[in-house]
């Protein structure tokens, strides 16, 4: 999730840090001419609101990132999250998931309100082996997983069901209730070897991976909306591909870490400390402790290891927040081994020119709600761009034929096969109950 309030402090410590810029003057200051593109953080993304942004919205803004950047020259390396719950990362994951169900909760909560008011006024009396919550406003009690739930509340708030209240806590409910199905994740392995990008499935955390790529200069910087990328040493940070007025005038905000340590007068470390100190997703915030106070207490103490000291001896009155010190000092350097240590090894890879696979253009278009004459513009920019191979990337010899096996990896990414129509959810009634139920997968939360 980032570095809480980053952006905020960075604004007061290091203004000149953030720029936003074109895509071409990102191009301009750009050696190797490929970028690092944190997959998770799009993904989610695209899946907010995702009734209203139409079919296959996942699809298409990943489309929309790799013409933006090849029309400039830019080439795109798409890493994808492995296994991200670590122990280091148990707190975080658990408050995440009870959060997640208290919104699930409300969510049924609303519906089951909106379908009894309904049947209610039209005389009718739920029964079980209903029709389900996403249709006309039949009742009927029915299993609902994330994904129906989803489309339940925004059928409700589309077609102005419900009073006005419900609508708005339905809203607000759902932005924070994003779910990512395996489909979606096929989708995007299909879509790129479909286009013939690279891709890396990490073995844990993107971040992990996209940090050596950047420290070994095997891309320019990374794309994505976490800042957290910069605690991991990544020196150029590009996010705001998902702010509307950036979008609209074809810019993004480009963080540089140089110009971060420069103008904060900090060192790296120092500046990891200041990150963990304002709250990430491996240990917890010291009470009352925030940016302006951490700051004091790390140009006075140097480094989070002598604040501890202090706490311990009284000199520093704030302390962790439902743990104790020593606990706080054994998560504390477990993070700082997190962010400075190479978590996972790199295999030998190659960034390839893209190519336009035979039936890419039919698939795209059963996918997504394209039209022919926007998809063919796209597809014609990722096509006819001539790309050389990155300079100091080494060519693999991969021929047209094997163009689909994109990275050499141990263990392989099982791609979806190619359908024309997706299959219906089926919603399963079940007997003797009052109430909407749910399913709950935890590889969802």
């Not at 009396?125 to 997983?145: A, D, P, R, W, Y």
């Not at 286009?195 to 940090?211: H, N, P």
């Not at 000092?329 to 978590?343: A, D, G, L, M, V």
Request: hydrophobic content about 35%; overall charge positive; some cysteine.
């Amino acid at each position: 999730m980032g570095i809480k309030g980053l952006t905020k402090s960075l604004r007061k410590i290091a203004p000149s840090s953030i720029q936003t810029m074109t895509y071409q003057e990102l191009a301009d200051i750009s050696k190797v001419g490929v970028y690092g593109v944190d997959v998770n953080s799009y993904l989610y993304a695209s899946q907010h609101n995702k009734i209203n942004k139409g079919k296959g919205s996942h699809i298409r803004l990943f489309v929309e990132m790799i013409a933006t950047c090849y029309e400039q020259g830019l080439k795109l390396l798409f890493v994808f999250d492995g296994n991200t719950h670590s122990e280091a990362k148990k707190d975080t994951v658990d408050h995440r998931i009870g959060v997640r169900l208290k919104g699930q909760q409300r969510i049924l909560e609303v519906i089951n309100d909106v379908e009894e008011a309904e049947a209610k006024k039209a005389g009718r009396v739920k029964e079980s082996g209903g029709t389900g919550t996403g249709g006309t406003g039949t009742g009927g009690n029915v299993i609902i997983i994330d994904q129906d739930l989803q489309e339940a509340g925004y059928n409700i708030i589309s077609r102005g069901r419900g009073t006005i209240e419900q609508r708005l806590t339905l809203e607000y409910a759902l932005k924070n209730f994003i779910v990512v199905s395996g489909d979606c994740y096929d989708d995007l392995i299909t879509l790129f070897q479909f286009v013939g990008a690279t891709y890396i499935k990490a073995k844990g955390e993107a971040d992990f991976v996209l940090g050596s790529l950047y420290k070994k200069g095997l891309i320019d910087g990374v794309i994505s909306e976490d800042c957290d990328m910069l605690t991991h040493g990544v020196g150029r940070l590009v996010r705001g591909l998902n702010d509307a007025s950036l979008r609209r005038n074809g810019r993004v905000s480009v963080y540089d870490l140089d110009t971060i340590l420069n103008e904060g007068s900090l060192s790296m470390n120092m500046f990891i400390d200041l990150c963990i100190l304002l709250g990430c997703d491996y240990c917890p915030k010291i009470h009352m402790i925030g940016f302006a106070k951490g700051l004091e207490y790390l140009r006075t103490y140097d480094n989070i290891s002598n604040i501890i000291c202090a706490m311990k001896k009284g000199e520093i009155k704030q302390k962790p927040k439902d743990i104790s010190v020593d606990e706080y000092e054994r998560r504390y350097e477990r993070t700082f081994s997190i962010f400075t240590q190479e978590q996972e090894v790199i295999p030998a890879f190659t960034v390839l020119p893209y190519k336009i696979m035979d039936n890419t253009k039919e698939w795209i278009l059963c996918e997504t709600n394209y039209t022919i004459e926007t998809l063919n513009r796209k597809l014609t920019i990722i096509a006819q761009m001539p790309v050389e191979l990155s300079e100091g990337v080494e060519r693999t010899g991969v021929e047209d034929a094997e163009r689909v096996e994109r990275v050499e990896r141990v263990e392989r990414v099982v791609v979806r096969p190619l359908v024309l129509k997706k299959k219906p959810i089926v919603i399963k009634p079940i007997k003797k109950k009052s109430k909407v139920t749910i399913n709950i997968k935890r590889k969802d939360i």
